[in-house]
């Protein structure tokens, strides 16, 4: 696959349509294409049926046209969205995740679909959304499940800042994305990843002038480099004691695009996500950027 194709996913349902609606649109003017992806995965389908009914013709059959007509139609909505953009498509018998991972590795930008509705939300969503967002390479960026805006708007860019090397890529690509958009960069920074509903008795504390001055200066060093490369974007900055998943989902209200980190300060690779990442790939209102460090 070709470095610069932006790769999306799409199973037909009406969130990954809204995720090859924005992955079109945005690889207009940035891309060489786009690249749609459909997974059969047949080793989901032979729990169902068992491993001899797939070797029946007609059983495989209908998985294939089911998954061509998924494709075709996902190739329609691209080209609505951009006539001229150069799109292909995919058929693997992989399951959703693995082929989206693998092939991410060459991908300008991985695109997945949202969970759908915010107010009804499992706490264990779909694996595929989930290992997709934690494991694959360079940007995924999920795109909110329940959201008709699927293009740029007139909301910031919105990216959390928070010393890590995770949180480093993080900025570069929220800089160049809000470059492109012609967009205010609003950058969030915590000095801690504590969440404000486990803080009864803490919030209230005076505050400590020495450790906002450490989380100010963290802030503004990994700011200083970028907005010297990209002096037209103008960017505010927020500093906060706690709760980053907490003021980047406000955030998420009104910002066009959230940009994180794959995992944070902790930074085990054995984590499924950060848990700042976690939430937001579950409940932001708007399409979030998780940035894996090539």
Not at 224 to 251: C, I, K, M, N
Request: aromatic share 4%.
């Amino acid at each position: 696959m070709s470095a610069a194709r932006i790769l999306v996913g799409t199973d037909g349902s009406p969130s990954s349509e809204r995720a090859v609606r924005w992955a079109a649109r945005t690889a207009a003017g940035r891309a060489d294409g786009l690249l749609i992806v459909h997974a059969l995965d047949l080793a989901s389908a032979e729990r169902v049926f068992g491993p001899f009914d797939l070797f029946i013709p007609p059983v495989t059959a209908a998985l294939r046209e089911r998954g061509t007509a998924v494709l075709d139609a996902a190739r329609r909505i691209a080209g609505d969205v951009e006539p001229r953009l150069r799109v292909e498509t995919e058929l693997t018998e992989e399951g959703p995740a693995p082929a989206l991972i693998r092939r991410s590795e060459s991908a300008l930008m991985t695109v997945i679909g949202g969970a759908g509705a915010k107010g009804d939300l499992p706490l264990h969503l779909g694996s595929t959304l989930l290992a997709v967002s934690a494991h694959g390479h360079g940007t995924v960026t999920v795109v909110d499940g329940d959201s008709a805006h699927t293009g740029p708007d007139d909301g910031p860019v919105v990216v959390g800042v928070d010393g890590s090397r995770f949180g480093r890529a993080a900025v570069e690509v929220a800089f160049m994305e809000a470059h492109r958009r012609q967009a205010p960069l609003v950058a969030v920074h915590c000095r801690t990843d504590l969440r404000f509903a486990s803080l009864a008795g803490i919030a209230t504390d005076p505050e400590d002038p020495a450790a906002r001055a450490s989380a100010a200066a963290v802030q503004a060093d990994q700011l200083a480099e970028w907005s010297h490369t990209f002096p037209d974007v103008r960017v505010t900055q927020e500093l906060h004691r706690y709760g980053p998943a907490h003021h980047l989902l406000e955030w998420s209200r009104s910002a066009q695009l959230i940009v994180v980190g794959s995992r944070g300060r902790g930074g085990f690779r054995g984590l499924l996500l950060g848990s700042t990442s976690n939430t937001l790939v579950q409940h932001a209102h708007c399409a979030v950027m998780v940035v894996h460090p090539r």
